[in-house]
């Protein structure tokens, strides 16, 4: 029963972090859009825009931030391997809950800034410095979704560890096949 509903909140969690992911990647195009914009209206027709900057400046950050909890989910990040590959599983899985739990704190410190820099972008009316001067408080919001998102997804994590440390058993089929070296 424990399991189970362990199980659902990870699958909960997987598809939460991979449907954000998706939409993110889905910017990229637009990204190069506006960018490829700006181009042309600045070299061919003379006229830069006031807003490519600033728009594009946003879109790649909504991309990288929304897109950290969906590398995390593909283990995309960086990893030391030196010492990681040449323990146990078990031993891993140790390594594994000390950093998430590093992680975490990070990202928590990083939502609590961004919580406080959305009331004063809100408050204050911040806007970008910049001609168009678009507002910022939409930023923060988002960068406060994104940290939740890698939390959530840095938790499942821990979940899926901790449940293989104490049972000896992976808590998905995905984590099965990570642990045989078969998982992509």
Known sequence: MVLSLLRGLCLGVDALVKGCGRLAALLMPLLALVVAFEVFSRYVLNA?????????????????????????????????????????????????????????????????????????????????????????????????????LFIAQLGRDMLAEACFLFTGHPLLEDVKEEANGDGN
């Open 48 to 148: 830069p825009t006031i807003w490519a900057f600033d728009l594009s400046l946003f879109m790649f950050g909504y991309i990288a931030a929304l897109g950290g909890a969906y590398a995390q989910q593909k283990r995309a990040h960086i990893n030391v391997d030196i010492l990681y590959l040449q323990v146990s599983h078990r031993t891993r899985s140790l390594f594994n809950l000390v950093t998430f739990a590093l992680a975490i704190f990070f990202l928590i410190l990083i939502f609590k800034t961004c919580l406080g820099k959305f009331e004063e972008a809100i408050e204050f009316d911040y806007r970008r410095q910049s001609e168009w001067a678009p507002p910022m408080f939409h930023f923060w919001i988002m960068m406060c979704v994104a940290s939740v």
